[in-house]
């Protein structure tokens, strides 16, 4: 049987962003959705997951829970059989996208996180299509059953996040690297990068999707995740 796979969801996302990865991979192997939601620094979250989650395990981080995957990755090393890191961004925080978080933080702690929300995840992060509503209408769901508290903190670990690129460069395990080619947030050049960084990465981008390929494509997600957890 495979070894138990975790997923971490992206920001104000909960477990709803993997459901049909959840059906359809719960058959034959356990699978987890490790809340992101506490900690305002990167490390401070993935040291609290750490200490819950499996001896060993596979590990998928879809955009911030990319970033909280590599964190955890060169945190403990031993500890992860395989990573997937999906729409995501090794990269530190820019001071101007940090410094532009400032007002959303406002915002947010002053009744309009929703609002703030509606901005930030902008249709175009998503691929054209008919099924570019009922994606952004889940996110506000998911975003409104988490709340400004979380939004919050999880603004916070982004403005403070570190490179994690010589991280990348010293991952010894099978790596997925995937992006839908609409993500206009994590283009694909750099997921392009990222891979060339990873030894024997394997990268894929998935024409039909943005930057939710989970809800978006979520057959071809599925698959692409079952070849990865099928690597030696």
């Not at 902008?122 to 008919?130: F, Q, R, S, V």
């Not at 990348?168 to 993500?183: E, I, M, S, T």
């Not at 030894?199 to 071809?220: D, W, Y």
């Amino acid at each position: 049987m495979a070894e138990p796979l975790v997923f971490l969801p992206g920001l104000m996302c909960d477990a709803r962003l993997f459901g049909p990865q959840i059906a359809e991979m719960s058959a034959d192997m356990a699978v987890t959705v490790a809340p992101i939601t506490r900690g305002e620094r990167v490390e401070e979250i993935a040291s609290g997951l750490l200490d819950q989650l499996p001896r060993r395990f596979a590990l998928a981080g879809l955009s911030m829970g990319g970033i909280v995957a590599m964190e955890i990755l060169r945190r403990a090393p031993d500890r992860i059989t395989r990573i997937a890191l999906m729409d995501t961004n090794p990269l530190a925080e820019t001071p101007q996208v940090a410094a532009a978080r400032e007002p959303q933080i406002v915002a947010a702690r002053t009744g309009r996180m929703l609002d703030v929300m509606r901005e930030e995840m902008k249709p175009n992060y998503l691929a054209p299509g008919p099924q570019r509503q009922d994606v952004l209408d889940l996110v506000m769901d998911m975003a409104g059953t988490l709340g400004p508290e979380v939004f919050v903190r999880q603004s916070r670990a982004l403005q403070r996040r570190r490179d994690q690129q010589e991280v990348l460069r010293r991952c010894k395990v099978p790596a997925l690297v995937l992006c839908g080619r609409h993500d206009a947030l994590c283009p694909v050049k750099r997921h392009e990068a990222m891979a060339e960084l990873i030894p024997n990465a394997q990268l894929r981008i998935l024409e039909g999707s943005g930057h939710l390929p989970t809800l978006e494509q979520p057959a071809e997600t599925t698959q692409a995740l079952r070849a990865w957890m099928a690597q030696t």
